[in-house]
């Protein structure tokens, strides 16, 4: 008996278990990896589907009457905190790398997908044409792509949506409805203040006149470049430094003076009913505001501090002794991906939008008439 279980003992001991195979992830496995043929089905597939998903989201209805829940101060100064300006330099080195010929139609067909990009207007149609993102984004119309309203004293300077407009009250702008934001704190200082009950009557130039404000947003698939609205001369311009968040409109509804908080670039000066201005305000992934007219701004760079204000007086300089002049519908400037114009202007009171809303509107359509 004992001989038979050291028998069975010795045989137990004498399996080995089978042989466990690990390969090591060496530099030819990696390299393996991406030789593996590309698939672009997935990509579009995920690519859609977020997009789709994020377009539900946004478009979920408002309650009527109902007050906006804002962010709290903590919030806002968490999200001011990402390194918004940073990534938007870097966005932008990435919009300037020449892509290879075979790569632009198919890179920029997923983003006119995407965000319906109306190729039909551009003047170039022929996508090989541009030899990066930023050249795309770029891109010019055909010139009777936008024909300027001669009916209307006031044109839309830029393709976009309609978030708010009205009369500025107390010298506070709505940039959505029911949030707002000052507007000295917006356009800096005026001269006039100190005279004047209140910054914005300040601004006026006649008892009879009142203060009006448009916003309209640009989205990533609109036409990034914007135009004069009116004929009118440009004394001044100041560039405010600052965060680069989002101004979609989700964002605008939450953050208050939101447009305040981030880099913008204001220029003022006159058109016939007295002051006109017209303010181009960064967002994130948009750190370059151009001026056709300026060739000294230069806009998110690290040169520049958050909060302070650099300004140019065109009044008085050689090239230009009583300021710029602009006509209406003359292009002004472009940003490089999408973001919001604000004009704040000085008409009679019997000045009214003709506007609605949320409403769609195009470079030279009417924003409103006088009576």
């Not at 760079?301 to 209406?328: D, F, I, W």
């Amino acid at each position: 008996m004992a001989a038979a279980f050291r028998s069975v003992l010795r045989a137990v001991t004498q399996i080995r278990p089978p042989a466990i195979r690990i390969q090591q992830c060496n530099l030819s496995t990696v390299r393996g990896l991406f030789r593996r043929p590309f698939r672009p089905v997935p990509v579009l597939v995920v690519t859609g589907g977020g997009y789709y998903g994020y377009q539900q989201y946004k478009g979920k209805p408002e309650v009527e009457g109902a007050a906006p829940v804002l962010a709290t101060p903590s919030q806002v100064a968490l999200y001011r905190s990402f390194p918004t300006r940073v990534i938007s330099r870097v966005w932008g080195k990435i919009n300037a790398v020449d892509l290879p010929t075979f790569l632009r139609k198919p890179i920029y067909s997923l983003y006119i997908w995407t965000f319906g990009v109306n190729m039909q207007e551009a003047a170039v149609e022929d996508l090989h044409f541009y030899k990066n993102l930023g050249e795309f984004f770029r891109r010019r119309l055909k010139p009777a792509a936008r024909p300027v309203c001669s009916s209307s004293c006031l044109t839309s300077p830029a393709d976009g949506r309609v978030l708010h407009f009205g009369s500025v009250k107390n010298s506070e702008v709505e940039q959505v409805k029911g949030v707002t934001y000052s507007l000295e704190q917006f356009l800096g200082p005026h001269n006039g203040t100190a005279q004047a009950d209140s910054f914005g009557d300040g601004l006026l130039s006649h008892p009879d006149n009142d203060l009006f404000h448009v916003v309209i947003y640009l989205a990533p698939g609109d036409y990034h470049c914007f135009h004069s609205p009116v004929d009118w001369t440009v004394q001044l311009r100041r560039h405010f430094p600052g965060s680069l968040m989002s101004v979609s409109p989700g964002v605008a509804h939450r953050v208050k003076e939101l447009f305040c908080l981030n880099e913008r670039v204001a220029l003022t000066g006159q058109w016939e009913h007295g002051f006109f201005s017209l303010t181009a305000v960064g967002a994130t992934n948009v750190g370059s505001i151009r001026i056709y007219f300026d060739q000294e701004l230069q806009t998110n760079t690290p040169r520049y501090r958050k909060g302070s204000c650099h300004e140019r007086c065109y009044e008085g300089e050689e090239s230009c002794a009583s300021g710029v002049t602009l006509q209406k519908g003359s292009p002004l400037g472009e940003f490089n991906l999408g973001s919001t114009v604000v004009l704040v202007f000085e008409a009679p009171k019997d000045f009214s939008f003709n506007l609605k809303t949320g409403q769609k509107i195009r470079v030279g359509e009417g924003l409103g008439l006088l009576s």
